[in-house]
C-alpha cells in the first residue's frame, strides 16, 4: 500500500500562484508514477498532471499547461504541484496519486490521497 497526504491547498486570489505538496509513504517513492487529478463542484474528476518515476517523462493537461508544472523528489518521497496564474476555473479539489506504471498513472492510478481544496477568487 501506498499512503499519500496532500498538503499546500488554500484560497488565492486569480493571477496568484500555490504550490502543492504530496508526501508518499509505505512504499519505495521511486518506484512509482506520480500524478495530480482534480475535481470541481458538479463535475468530473480530471486528470491535471503525471511525472514518471524518474522524471524523464511529464504530461500535463491542456488545461493547466505553460501555468502548472509538476516535480518530484525521490529524496524526500515527496511530488510537487506548482500552480501559477491561478484561474477561478482552477478551484477544485486536488487529489495526489501514485501508480507502478506511468501510462495508468495518467487514466486508472491505483492510490489516491485524500485531497486539498484550492479555491481562486475572482
Known amino acids: 500500500q501506498v499512503q499519500l497526504v496532500e498538503s499546500g491547498g488554500g484560497l488565492v486570489q486569480a493571477g496568484g500562484s500555490l504550490r502543492l505538496s504530496c508526501a508518499a509513504s509505505?512504499?519505495?517513492?521511486?518506484?512509482?508514477?506520480m500524478g495530480w487529478f482534480r475535481q470541481a463542484p458538479g463535475k468530473e474528476r480530471e486528470f491535471v498532471a503525471a511525472?514518471?518515476?524518474?522524471?524523464?517523462?511529464?504530461n500535463v493537461a491542456d488545461s493547466v499547461k505553460g501555468r502548472f508544472t509538476i516535480s518530484r523528489d525521490n529524496a524526500k518521497n515527496t511530488v510537487y504541484l506548482q500552480m501559477n496564474s491561478l484561474k477561478p476555473e482552477d478551484t477544485a479539489v486536488y487529489y495526489c496519486?501514485?501508480?507502478?506504471?506511468?501510462?495508468?498513472?495518467?487514466?486508472?492510478?491505483?492510490?489516491w490521497g485524500q485531497g486539498t481544496q484550492v479555491t481562486v477568487s475572482s
Open positions: 511525472l514518471s518515476r524518474s522524471s524523464s517523462s511529464t
Open positions: 509505505g512504499r519505495t517513492f521511486s518506484n512509482y508514477a
Open positions: 496519486v501514485a501508480d507502478a506504471l506511468y501510462s495508468r498513472v495518467r487514466s486508472r492510478p491505483a492510490y
